[in-house]
């Protein structure tokens, strides 16, 4: 299980996933040659920033809805901890190079490595992420041109060249915690006459 902190150390897991295949790739490492040129902050933070060549902004986070109903683990001693939130976490990626050529074969690079590498775990992740080491799922979202409108909208910028992504599931564990008495004796009196 992760900390408060997985939400940050999703992004900068998919970031250094990303960097580790772009340094390989001469093409697109010609684009991007540095690890600070890919950013978390959003295209609207970055607009006049030309150092930052690929924004990876997390838009939207939610609970994921196929596991909400899990049971509590256990914590320290005899203590119940409640089960971990779970969320999506949506990106917008977007490549900030100059050129619509230079943006494409940037923008199919990080396709690429996110179908190649849609699992991230292990050394992929990192903080505590790496420390529960769960696997993270990075998933080609097809977002709708009026949703994606709406993004770029509420980013006050025009629309540009990016795909959406939702990563799952982000687990934030509970800090809460229920002492349950333990169970001292046993009872069997099943079918006895009179009770």
């Given at each position: ?150 993004v770029w909208q509420a ?41």
């Open positions: 299980m992760s900390n408060y902190t997985a939400l940050a150390e999703v992004g900068e897991s998919l970031a250094g996933v990303l960097w580790q295949e772009i340094q390989l790739d001469p093409v697109v490492n010609a684009l991007i040659d540095t690890e600070n040129k890919i950013s978390l902050k959003s295209p609207s933070d970055l607009a006049n920033d030309v150092s930052v060549r690929l924004s990876i902004y997390l838009y939207r986070v939610v609970e994921d809805p196929y596991t909400k109903n899990q049971f509590p683990t256990f914590g320290n001693g005899a203590q119940l901890r409640k089960p971990p939130l779970t969320l999506d976490l949506f990106y917008l990626i977007t490549p900030l190079v100059g050129e619509p050529r230079d943006q494409q074969i940037v923008l199919g690079k990080v396709m690429q490595v996110l179908y190649d590498r849609a699992i991230l775990e292990g050394s992929d992740l990192v903080g505590s992420l790496a420390i529960a080491n769960e696997p993270l799922r990075a998933i080609l979202n097809p977002v709708s041109l009026e949703e994606g409108a709406r980013l006050e910028l025009s629309y540009r060249l990016s795909v959406c992504y939702v990563v799952r599931i982000a687990m934030v564990d509970s800090t809460r915690e229920q002492y349950v008495q333990p169970v001292l004796e046993r009872s069997d009196s099943y079918g006895e006459a009179g009770q």
